[in-house]
Each structure stands twice: as structure tokens, then as C-alpha cells.
């Protein structure tokens, strides 16, 4: 089979490699149909994250069907259309049954970290992905949805509705500010509504993805260039700051941000992957009753987003901004790793099978 494989630091190629074999019972292999490519996957190759070694097949999103199923699989059967998570979760530890895929304790690439598709093991930019813990890790595409949407739900609309929303506790009537426009951002912004934000102010420095966030439900949006740009979105609250800051960004600069807007009695959730120290000035902080919120997405509300995103009442599709074809691989990530430059929110990549 064809996949993209990681190659060490700037390397990457989209090449021929062996087809992977169930290893375990609770294994299935699918043939991806639809996959995308994620800003983790840029880190990835910048050499951010060292324990992706050369070799490795990255990826973890995707939509595809189901073409083997291990002897203890239950939930699939082969033909079954299944949306990937990009997280493993056995479904029987004990951080699963508390609903922390994101730390599940089975064996599989590590044990104690659900993020392994892609990182530990081989991801689904591929024509065929092995899907450890399949009973718990894949989900049934309903009829009437789009492979569009259904891969949207594989990290980036967990992602922004779990660590963005969810772990910043908005509530009905609140002003959220959420730094950071990108594909994840954007998923906080469009499901910040479900819970009942009151006003959804974008921060972002790229005028354009400022722009495109009010197709997502920012109400207000903030050039975070400008000098006075907290002076900006106070004056959208009352004064005292936002309800819930939401960073999703990664850098130490958009966390203080976080830090300088909310209101005493707010929450601060932060959603960006960092990869440096950030200060944090408790000595203002401690005073004002604030939450801090951190971490890896677990995808236990995939369930409910694929109901919405089937319902139309999240449109999934929205994210997707440029098409390319598995022969195009290469192209996909040269048109997203230019995003600012070629618009691109999430591409797409499908196969012609
Ligand atoms: N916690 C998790 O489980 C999880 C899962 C997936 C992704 N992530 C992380 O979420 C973050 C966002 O992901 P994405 O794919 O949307 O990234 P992205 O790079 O596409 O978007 C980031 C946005 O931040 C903006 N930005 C950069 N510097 C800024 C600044 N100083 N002020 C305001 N805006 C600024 C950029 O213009 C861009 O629009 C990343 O750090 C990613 O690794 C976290
Ligand atoms: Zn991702
Ligand atoms: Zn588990």
C-alpha cells in the first residue's frame, strides 16, 4: 500500500510500505477513504515531537470501511463505513470507564496515553490503518453524513468542544474569547453556541481567518496585532474581562493573553499543544478566583457531536477548504503548511478506490 511516511526531521514521503496485519483480537484494519492532516502533524515534522521516530506513518484522523475485524471485535463488521478517533481507548481501564481516553491504560504504542495513531504507532494517512481497542476507537458513519463532516470529528470538533468549551465550564449567557482561529479554535467558536455563549469574541492575528470566524458563530472579532487589543475586547464585557478564555494557539504569548482577559471568577481553558515554559503571574492571578483548564482531548463526546453534526445542526462540512486526491498527498501538506498564505483551514484528502 501507499503512505505518508515521516522521514526525520523536514522529511516526509508518500510511498510504497507493507500493509498492516491485525496483531491483536481487538484489532481492525480499515481502508481509509478520507483523511486530513492536522497542525500536530507540522510540529511532527518541524521535529517538535522526538518520540516520532523515522518510519513511521503519520496521521489520526480519517474515514474509511472496514475490511478486517479481530476475533474479539464486536461493535464492526467488515463493509461497516466507521469514522476514526485519534484516540485509542480500550473501553475497560479505569481512566476509560471515567470517560480519560486521553489516558487509557492499555498496552497498545504506550500505556497511559491515548493519543498513539500517527505518534506511537502507524497513523491514517495511509490506504490502510490497523485500529487497536476497535470496539471503543472507531464509530459507525450514520447514512446522510458526508465523509467531509465525519472526519471533522475525529480530533478537531472533540477537540475544541472538550477542552475549549467543556473544560472551560461556559454556561448560558457568557462572553467567551477564544485566541486562535485555526481549524481547532474554530471548533471551539462553533460549538461554544451548544452551551449558550451569549457573545463569542475571535482573537487571532490573521484578518482573514477573523473574518471566516463569524461564519462560525464569533460574534465580535479582535485583531490581536493592534496595541490596543485587550482594551478592545474589554470593552465588549462589562469591563471586568470575559467569562471563559479560550487559548488555542500553543505559544507562551496567546496563554497570557488568556490570562489578561478573563474576569475574576472566569476560566481560563487552554487547548493549544505548548512546547515551552509559560509564566504564569500568580501574583495577580491568585486574587481572582480563576479556573485554569489543560489538556489532551479524550473523544468521549464524539457520540454526541456525530448526533449534531448528523442533525445538521453543527456544520462539519464548513471546515474543509481545499480537496486533493491520496496521488496529491505532497500538495495537501505544501497548501496547509502555507495556510496563511493559501487560505487553508482543513484539507482533504480522499481516495479514488
Ligand atoms: N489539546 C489537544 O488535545 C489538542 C488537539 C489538537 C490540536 N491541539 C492544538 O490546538 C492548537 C490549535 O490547533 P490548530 O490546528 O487550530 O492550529 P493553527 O496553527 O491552524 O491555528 C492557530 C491560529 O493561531 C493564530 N495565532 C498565532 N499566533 C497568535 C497570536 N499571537 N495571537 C492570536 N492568534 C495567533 C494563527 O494565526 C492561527 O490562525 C495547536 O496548538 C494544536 O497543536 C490540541
Ligand atoms: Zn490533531
Ligand atoms: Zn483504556
Known sequence: MKAL????????????????????????????????ICGTDLHILKGDVPAVTPGRILGHE???????????????KVGDR??????????????????LYSHCLGEEGVSGLGWVFGHLIDGTQAEFVRVPYADNSLHLMPAGTSDVEAVMLSDILPTGFEMGVQYGA?????????????????????TAGLYG?????????????????REFGATDVVVSGSPKWREEVMA???????????EAVGVPETFEMATQIVRPGGHVANVGVHGKPVSLALENLWIQNISISMGLVNTNTTPLLLKLVESKKIDAAKFATHFFTFDQFIDAYDTFS????????????????
Open 5 to 36: 511516511v515521516y522521514g526525520g526531521p523536514g522529511k516526509k514521503e508518500w510511498k510504497e510500505v507493507p500493509n498492516p496485519k491485525l496483531q491483536k483480537p481487538t484489532d481492525v484494519i480499515v481502508k481509509v477513504e478520507t483523511t486530513t
Open 62 to 76: 480519517g474515514v474509511g470501511t472496514v475490511a478486517e475485524v479481530g476475533a474479539s471485535v464486536t461493535n464492526f
Open 82 to 99: 466507521v469514522i476514526i478517533s485519534c484516540i485509542k481507548s480500550c473501553g475497560a481501564c479505569k481512566n476509560c470507564k471515567a470517560g
Open 170 to 190: 461556559v454556561k448560558p449567557g457568557d462572553v467567551v474569547a477564544v485566541i486562535g482561529t485555526g481549524p481547532v479554535g474554530l471548533a471551539a467558536i462553533i
Open 197 to 213: 455563549a451569549a457573545r463569542v469574541i475571535s482573537i487571532d492575528l490573521d484578518k482573514n481567518r477573523l473574518e471566516k470566524s
Open 236 to 246: 465588549m464585557t462589562d469591563g471586568a474581562g470575559v467569562d471563559v478564555a479560550i
Open 338 to 353: 502555507r495556510a496563511a498564505e493559501t487560505k487553508a483551514l482543513k484539507v482533504v484528502i480522499t481516495h479514488k478506490w
